[in-house]
């Protein structure tokens, strides 16, 4: 339901919109073509969310969406900056294009994480002068309104808001798929882990109403949707900014009663604030998948208070058991950070034993980057570049042989796998997910995307099971 002043801003953004196709009716009336956009993704599925929004915008003021090197008018960027590479392929990407902006008059907008950083947006300002328009995570709904004073003035638009501001509901969006689809439920991060920049380019939590929820779920399945995932960087907060305790499991058993919906996943789930009830409501919830996405960060609890993680090593193990104690066949995977400021060799056979400890299905890991304005971005590294490589590789071969040993007793058993369509590793097979997150890569017959099929596992390996299916 949309609230009162929700409703204006609606109106707002359509009125934004409407000038913006009559531009584009006027330029199809004259030429007889119909204007291109192409959208540039990087980070989380919050920034594949915003996507789509940004995505049903363009859609909804004329423009047609195109893939690959295909030309396209508008060249939107949804960007990352959680660690630096991604932020140097961002310039790179940005900086590539300049022939296409000055041959063909290409034009680039750039909104995301990076944006809500000053000094970004100065650097666009001075070096990358192709980029015409720049709005961040708080203002996507002022693209319509950005995008047309820049079609009609010629002058590059920057207009990024420093805080979040309530939740706008019911925004335009053209999903990328239609058998599975992002949820969001909460928005932000209160967590301030010391490494890092989320809360600082995302804002405070900010969760969604249920009744809002549940009727974009329902919306959902009657369009034939069959897999959900909420969306949070903490899903376990989500309701304590409406005054409610414990509203993610209740949350769980509402949508576990909507018709049509096969599969629910969420993340992320914090460590500090998995609750007993959710655990239950994973246990209970016959649609929810078994697979928890639980980030651990780092094995020491030396570490772990330097990232002000606010848990335990022993309280992290404790959960792990809890969970496959109510969950017997779950899915483990999880977040690690090597090279944090000064960890030890000590600190780090920690990480790698709560690796051999869990057994994860999967891992990201990632090395530690400094982030601007972040504490530990101030801490000094005392830890050479070389000895974090090498750590680095340590923990994925151990990780590597670990999901190996856990993914052969697939072999010989049947999965039940939601497809996908044609697999990335290999072109003539489908690909699709278990239940449980595996990737699967498969030979079927008269299978379509959006399918549920059952493919028997010939050949398991850590990072895709292969087999061979039939409905
Ligand atoms: N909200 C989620 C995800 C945050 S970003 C969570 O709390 O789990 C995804 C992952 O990027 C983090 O889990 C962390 O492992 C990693 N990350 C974040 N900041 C980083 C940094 N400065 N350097 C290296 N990795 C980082
Ligand atoms: Fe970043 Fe920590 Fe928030 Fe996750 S919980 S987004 S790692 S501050
Ligand atoms: Fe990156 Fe922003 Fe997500 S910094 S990881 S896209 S919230």
Redesign the pocket.
Known sequence: MSTKSNLNDNLIISEWTEHVRNLNTEYTLETGKIKKFKLDVFG?QMNERDAETIAGMLTDMGYEEVYGDDFADIIVFVTCC??ENAEEKIYGHIGALSKVCEEKGSIIVASGCMMQQPHVVEKIKQSYKNVKIVFGTHNVHMFPELLYRYLTKGKRVFEVWEKEQRIIEELPIKRAEKHKAWVNIILG?N?F?T????PHVRGRERSRKMEDILSEVRALAEDGCKEITLLG??VNSYGNDLGEKDLFAKLLYAIEEIDGIHRVRFM?S?PKDLSDSLIDAMKNCSKVCNHLHL?F?AGSNRILKLMNRKYTREHYLELIGKIKAAVPDIALST???VGFPGETEEDFEQTLDIVEKVGFDSA?M??????KG?P?AKLEQTTPSEVISQRFKRLADLQTEIATKLAKRFEGKTVEVLVDGPSKQNPEMLSGRTRDNRLVNFKAEGVEKGEFVIVEIVRAGAFWLEGRGGK
Not at 195 to 198: D, G, K, N, P, S
Not at 366 to 371: A, W
């Open positions: 989380c959680v660690r991060c967590n882990c490494y890092c920049i989320v960087q903490n992320t914090h980030p960060q977040d690690i950070i990201f990632f090395i530690y980057s400094p982030r972040t530990a």
